[in-house]
């Protein structure tokens, strides 16, 4: 049986030569490869040469191809009986609310076969500013940045190419990630630069994400997750932005950051930063829970960053 420390469980005969396809297969993709058995084969999709050493030396058999050229993609159709797409949009598409990318891949694999389940990685940014709403996933979608824009029209891909194939294609709106392993995956960088924060009348609700948790969630959406189903992964924590950064800072015995109204912030600030603190929203999980049986390891960012 599936238990929380084997997402798969003990499978049937016929599901034990199971291949895996990571697309984007970066910190988290690399995170989902680890937590799964050895006896699934392992394919991920990488433009650089480069990476092929390092990949391998993680039983993964690399595949090189450009999400942006859909011409060396070909050899993807038909190898895995099960995806995991994580790559973004390009940042750069001249049509800035299209994802290429994902409809290159999705064109891809219905080419020879089909894969029996794909994961798509998006955004919790999809919803855009709730006011501090706690957020389910039947709650329409208002993206308010063109990244979030384009990761809502590679949802609608997604859903499409689910119905279209009969694949099992799951949706995980993610927030923000963190771990202490991960490159810039804690408060410390900014904490350390004195990077302010809103005041607490000015401050937003975020919300977070262990990286170990995200993959699990993936494997878990790969055999557990419903078609053409949306699940917020997200944890437990209901955290306003600049108490996130005060139980950082006093985690790390670092100064707490200087607290700013909103008027000041967009004289201090960069855009990108302005674009998180423009939103507030405090995403409901018990779909994960409920429906992919995922138990956190992390509930909190508080047992996160102590861990």
């Known amino acids: ?15 034990r030569r199971e291949r895996i396809l990571i697309v984007g297969c970066g910190d988290i993709g690399l995170r989902v490869a ?27 058999t690399p595949l090189l191809g450009n999400l942006d050229d859909s011409a060396t993609l070909r050899r993807l159709a038909g190898l895995a009986t099960r995806v995991v797409h994580l790559a973004p949009p390009a940042g ?27 994961v798509y990685g998006s955004t919790s940014g999809v919803y855009g500013d709730c006011q501090g709403d706690r957020v389910s996933e039947t709650r329409g979608v208002n993206p308010n940045t063109p ?3 384009r990761r ?16 099992h294609s799951h949706i995980l709106r993610i927030p923000g990630i963190y771990a202490p392993d991960r490159e810039g995956g804690t408060p410390r960088g900014r904490l350390l630069k004195g990077t302010p924060v809103l005041r607490a009348q000015d401050d937003v609700y975020t919300n977070h994400i262990h990286a ?58 960069p855009l990108m930063l302005l674009s998180f ?19 956190l390891r992390y509930p909190t960012v508080e047992k996160g960053l102590q861990a």
């Open 1 to 15: 049986m599936p238990s929380n420390l084997n997402p798969l469980g003990a499978l049937p005969f016929r599901f």
């Open 34 to 60: 680890r937590q799964l058995p050895a006896r699934v084969g392992l394919m991920a999709l990488t433009s650089s040469a480069e990476r092929v050493p390092a990949l391998r030396a993680q039983r993964i």
């Open 92 to 118: 750069d598409n001249p049509d800035w609310r299209s994802d290429p990318r994902t409809l290159a891949l999705l064109r891809t694999l219905r080419l020879r076969g089909r894969p029996q389940s794909l």
């Open 147 to 149: 990244r979030a824009v």
């Open 152 to 167: 809502v029209h590679a949802e609608a891909l997604v859903r499409l190419f689910g119905r279209a194939t009969a694949t």
């Open 212 to 269: 170990d948790d995200l993959a699990r969630a993936c494997i878990a959406a790969l055999w557990r997750g419903k078609p053409q189903r949306v699940t917020n992964a997200s944890d437990d924590t209901q955290m306003k932005m600049g108490d996130y950064f005060d139980l950082a800072a006093d985690l790390y015995q670092l100064p707490r950051p200087a607290r700013l109204p909103r008027s000041t912030a967009k004289e201090q600030l």
């Open 277 to 295: 603190m423009g939103e507030s929203r405090r995403l409901d999980n018990r779909r994960m829970k409920e429906e992919l049986k995922l138990v």
